[in-house]
């Protein structure tokens, strides 16, 4: 390489190296850290709230917004279904749309510009420059929506599974007495159970409701952002069981009990499928061994034969 592109490479790695060495220390070390020297403010000392926004933000979150106002569709309707899906992922605040866009518009233009760079650090000339490059920016355009369906897909899943359990419990507050208000806020302020995705959901259905929102509404709602259908068949017996008055214990028991049983056959479906899905990786990885080890030594023994009769 010239003497240029060494000096730039070497300065990208010491700078690279000491900015992260910073960042390591300032992070790690509480000794050193900023923020120790700093006063607190006013809003920091109270709790925040799950149904507000935070209005400070990561500077990549930022700038990542700005880039998505600029590139982002001006239709409505995919608006919509972007927020819809973000919902999905547990991304509730308004503005998760613009910074999904403005990541999606990054990670293509990062993709896109690493075939030439590599190109210049390597001093010549790439071929097929712009199909490469228009292929990686394709592929880093698409990595954030493959990253936010695995995000919905796992959420989802463990909604699905933790569904049982807070019928269940639901099941109980209400055949001791409680009122369905009561029952759903004591499931979901539950402190070992925050982690969960579903105990989220009913939390801040709670607090929607505490803040004014009808039940029916509050209900709804859930559905809406869990994107479930065992979660909105529960919603929709909730409101017609409300509706017409009858008994909310029953209710719960018979859709607990049918939960339930939904789970036991998705884990049996999931088990009678791992013999079927095991098989590929069985003939890809163990048959070719298997075909060396039965079919070397005649193979040996024929080349044998056949040197000697050369002969």
């Known amino acids: 390489m010239d003497p240029v592109t060494v000096a730039v490479v070497t ?19 509480p000794a050193i850290r900023r923020e120790r020297l700093r006063a607190l403010a006013p809003e920091a000392l109270t709790a925040g709230s799950i149904l507000r926004w935070d209005a400070a933000r990561a500077g990549w979150q930022q700038f990542a917004e700005r880039l998505g106002r ?36 990054g990670t293509a233009l990062v993709f896109a510009l690493v ?25 880093g355009f698409l990595l954030p929506n493959l990253l936010l369906r695995s995000r919905i897909r796992r959420r989802q899943e463990a909604m699905v599974n933790a569904l049982p359990e807070v019928l269940d419990l639901l099941t109980v ?8 208000d009561g029952a759903l806020a004591r499931v979901a302020e539950q402190p070992e159970a925050r982690k969960s995705p ?9 607090l929607e409701m505490r803040a ?7 209900l709804r709602a859930l559905a809406y952002r869990c994107g479930i259908q065992e979660i909105a068949t529960m919603v929709s017996v909730f409101i017609q069981t409300d509706r017409l008055g009858t008994s909310m214990g029953r209710t719960l028991r018979v859709h607990a009990d049918t939960s339930r049983e939904q789970r036991r056959q998705r884990a049996e479906e999931r088990a009678y ?39």
């Open 198 to 206: 579903l105990h989220q959901e009913l939390l801040r259905m709670i």
């Open 212 to 218: 004014g929102r009808q039940r029916q509404e509050a």
């Open 11 to 29: 300065f990208v790695f010491v700078g690279g190296s000491v900015f992260l060495g910073a960042g390591a220390l300032l992070r790690w070390i």
């Open 115 to 139: 075939y030439p760079v590599a190109g210049v650090l390597s001093q010549r000339i790439m071929p097929n420059l712009l199909f490469y490059s228009i292929v990686l920016g394709g592929v």
């Open 70 to 105: 600029m590139v982002s569709p001006r239709d409505v309707t995919r608006l919509t279904k972007y927020r819809q899906r973000l919902a999905w992922a547990g991304y509730h605040d308004p503005r998760a749309v613009w910074i999904l866009a403005g990541i999606k518009a």
């Open 173 to 180: 507050c209400v055949e001791g007495g409680m009122g369905f």
């Open 273 to 311: 499928l791992a013999p079927l899905k095991m098989l590929f990786p069985t003939a890809i990885f163990l048959m070719p061994a298997f075909m060396l080890v039965a079919m070397g030594p005649p193979l040996l023994q024929i080349l044998t034969i056949l040197k000697q009769s050369g002969k």
